[in-house]
């Protein structure tokens, strides 16, 4: 089946700092590219979709100078949390969605836990 | 490697029962998820399981052997806006989740 991964797997940073999370769809072109915040034994929270070459689009309540996605190819989506806090630690989820005639599809990572200091 | 296996799509008549299996083999085990998701929308959380055994939460139970790697969803009393994608997910000794390729569950009336 389709792979989706993430790095890093872990990241510990101090407060004021930034952080990048790489999403990859490791054996299909992944033309849509989703991020979601998790909270323990919580939905998924959806950050905002990524569409390649375009850019993102943020769902209401979410910073877009705070979470910067660049998804500059068909197989690599990042989010780079910028100036992070201690509440922005949680478990980012990314999925990636392949190309039609699939798009009901989606294949989730297995998650980036961020802890801010 | 690490592997979930659930069906790849079911059907089911308003007002039956319906069970989704799980099976899951990992590194190490933290717990299991079931979510809920319909065409377009973000996932919702359904349940959590670490310990064996069957926890109800209303329509929907979910159950758990670790011996065996497996768990399944019951939903009971089948409503047309339970027609959704099912995913599994567990989380392994490393805290990552490992995720089913989800059960389309289909109602029909």
């Known amino acids: 089946g389709a792979v989706v991964s993430q790095h890093p797997s872990w990241v510990i940073c101090k407060s004021g700092t930034s952080v990048k999370i790489e999403c990859r769809s490791l054996?299909?072109?992944?033309?849509?590219m989703f991020w979601y915040r998790q909270f323990p034994k919580q939905s998924l929270m959806l950050m905002a979709t990524?569409?390649?070459?375009?850019?993102?689009?943020?769902e209401q309540g979410v910073e877009k100078d705070k979470f910067l996605i660049n998804h500059a190819s068909l197989t690599l989506s990042t989010l780079t949390v910028t100036s992070a806090h201690p509440e922005d630690s949680s478990f980012y989820i990314c999925?990636?969605?392949?190309?039609?005639?699939?798009?009901?599809?989606?294949?989730f990572g297995p998650g980036t836990r961020l802890t801010v200091l | 490697g690490q592997n979930i296996d659930q069906p790849t799509e079911m059907t089911a008549t308003e007002g039956a029962i319906v069970q989704i299996n799980c099976t899951y083999q990992t590194s190490g085990f933290n717990g299991l998820f079931w979510y809920q998701q319909h065409a377009g929308e973000a996932p919702t959380f359904l349940s959590y399981?670490?310990l064996d055994g069957l926890e109800e939460k209303g329509r929907f139970s979910s159950f758990l052997s670790r011996s065996k790697g497996y768990s399944y969803l019951l939903l009971k009393e089948l409503q047309m806006k339970d027609s959704a994608s099912y995913l599994c997910a567990v989380m392994d000794s490393n805290y990552q989740l490992i995720w089913g390729a989800g059960t389309k569950l289909i109602i029909k009336p």
């Open positions: 999925s990636a969605r392949p190309p039609t005639p699939h798009t009901d599809t989606q294949y």
């Open positions: 054996d299909f072109q992944a033309t849509t």
């Open positions: 990524s569409n390649e070459g375009s850019k993102a689009t943020y």
């Open positions: 399981n670490v």
